[in-house]
């Protein structure tokens, strides 16, 4: 259950390391699932802005799941 008014519990290094290597695996795991795909517009070497909004939505999810 989530104290809505409690005091949160510290995210030190370890659990920040922690939350961090899950991120990456889940989100390798997606990457791998969808054929390998980069980040990376092959033609013209510019950012793919939905690849990089879904992982920005990835990572926001999680850390608003952890507080």
Do not use: C, H, W
Not at 22 to 42: H, K, N, R, T, Y
Request: charged share 20%.
């Amino acid at each position: 259950m989530v104290a809505l008014f409690g005091r949160r519990k510290p995210f030190d290094d370890g659990n920040r390391q922690t939350f961090v290597e899950a991120l990456s695996s889940m989100l390798e795991i997606q990457v791998i699932a969808s054929g390998g795909g980069s980040l990376e517009d092959p033609a013209t070497g510019s950012i793919n802005g939905r690849a990089l909004g879904y992982v920005y939505g990835f990572i926001d999810a999680a850390l608003r799941i952890i507080g």
